[in-house]
T-cell receptor, first 108, second 114 residues
Framework: EDQVTQSPEALRLQEGESSSLNCSYT??????LFWYRQDPGKGPEFLFT???AGEEKEKERLKATLTKKESFLHITAPKPEDSATYLC?????????FGTGTSLTVIP | ETGVTQSPTHLIKTRGQQVTLRCSSQ?????VSWYQQALGQGPQFIFQ???????GRGNFPPRFSGLQFPNYSSELNVNALELDDSALYLC?????????????FGQGTRLTVV
């Protein structure tokens, strides 16, 4: 069964304390691994798409990487405004499978 | 800010009623997908429309139905509402029917069934 699992469920970091979020997937026919940021009560905001193992993409303090079974979202020196829920999703052509997300809180 | 807009933003319905949610896709996008997001959960895929045809469906009963119009806007209809249908309903648009392009989400419609 196609599945996406994220860990940890929640993460509290001090401002400046770097960490990583994990997304593991068991999906047949993967056609992209997506990362989104979601603020409370709002729709997800697109961050990255990764297509092949070994691929990396960066945006400000965020860096996403992809292996054959996992993706990581690395957050370097986070700031309070990075607090949000981070969702990963796999795409198999015409359907996205989302994980339940990691709720990140960055404390000043 | 994306160009995907959803209406209404909030809605309260009674069990057994029917509801229609609307989505205007981003300019130039021909694919619309609908998702249901329960509190504390990730979005669950309902279905996708590409050039007015259903192009994939998740594990939702037939009382969830949709339409896509020639201008690529879309509607989600839910009949015989149940309490468990209370959720945030999200619409996402992209510019390919292949599904491997990035999808841009609207702000969602919060549906409460009482």
């Amino acid at each position: 069964e196609d599945q996406v699992t994220q860990s940890p469920e929640a993460l509290r970091l001090q401002e400046g304390e770097s960490s990583s979020l994990n997304c593991s997937y068991t999906v047949s026919g993967l056609r992209g691994l997506f990362w989104y940021r979601q603020d409370p009560g709002k729709g997800p905001e697109f961050l990255f798409t990764l297509y092949s193992a070994g691929e990396e993409k960066e945006k400000e303090r965020l860096k996403a990487t992809l292996t054959k079974k996992e993706s990581f979202l690395h957050i370097t020196a986070p700031k309070p405004e990075d607090s949000a829920t981070y969702l990963c999703a796999s795409n198999t052509g015409n359907q996205f499978y989302f994980g339940t997300g990691t709720s990140l809180t960055v404390i000043p | 800010e994306t160009g995907v807009t959803q209406s209404p933003t909030h809605l309260i319905k009674t069990r057994g009623q029917q509801v229609t949610l609307r989505c205007s896709s981003q300019s130039g996008h021909n694919t619309v997908s609908w998702y249901q997001q329960a509190l504390g959960q990730g979005p669950q895929f309902i279905f996708q429309y590409y050039r007015e045809e259903e192009n994939g469906r998740g594990n939702f009963p037939p009382r969830f139905s949709g339409l896509q119009f020639p201008n690529y806007s879309s509607e989600l209809n839910v009949n015989a509402l149940e309490l468990d249908d209370s959720a945030l309903y999200l619409c996402a648009s992209s510019n390919t029917g292949k599904g491997d392009a990035e999808a841009f989400f609207g702000q969602g419609t919060r549906l409460t069934v009482v």
